[in-house]
Nanobody, 122 residues
Framework: QVQLVESGGGSVQFGGSLRLSCELL????????MGWYRQAPGKEREYVAK???????NYADSVAGRFTISRDNAKNTVYLQMNSLKPEDTGVYFC????????????????WGQGTQVTVPI
C-alpha cells in the first residue's frame, strides 16, 4: 500500500521560509514524478511545482524564483523549500506522486498526501 507522508508546515511571517517534506512509503515499480499542489480557503486546488525523478522540474509562475523543489531518490522523498513567503501562499499543501505499480509497472496511478497547512499572516 502506497502512502505519502508530509511534514514541515506551519506559520511564518511575511518574507520568512519553510521547508516541506514528502516521503513515499510502500512498494512501487517506478516513480515518475512527485510534486505539490496547494489549496487556499474558498479556492480551487492549484499547481505549485513538480520534479521528475530522473531529471527536470517546473514551477507555477506564482512561486518561480521563490520556491525550490528537490528530491532524494534513495529516500523516495521530495522537498519544497519556500522562501520569501507571502500571505497569498497561505493554504493546505498537498504532495502527490505519479507512479507505476506492479511487477512489470503496468499500472499507472497517482497518489495524494493528507496535506500540511502553511500560514503566512497578513
Amino acid at each position: 500500500q502506497v502512502q505519502l507522508v508530509e511534514s514541515g508546515g506551519g506559520s511564518v511571517q511575511f518574507g520568512g521560509s519553510l521547508r516541506l517534506s514528502c516521503e513515499l512509503l510502500g512498494s512501487v515499480f517506478n516513480i515518475v514524478a512527485m510534486g505539490w499542489y496547494r489549496q487556499a480557503p474558498g479556492k480551487e486546488r492549484e499547481y505549485v511545482a513538480k520534479i521528475f525523478m530522473t531529471d527536470g522540474a517546473n514551477y507555477a509562475d506564482s512561486v518561480a524564483g521563490r520556491f525550490t523543489i528537490s528530491r532524494d531518490n534513495a529516500k523516495n522523498t521530495v522537498y519544497l523549500q519556500m522562501n520569501s513567503l507571502k500571505p497569498e501562499d497561505t493554504g493546505v499543501y498537498f504532495c502527490y506522486a505519479a507512479v507505476y505499480l506492479g511487477n512489470t509497472g503496468s499500472s499507472r496511478r497517482d497518489f495524494w498526501g493528507q496535506g500540511t497547512q502553511v500560514t503566512v499572516p497578513i
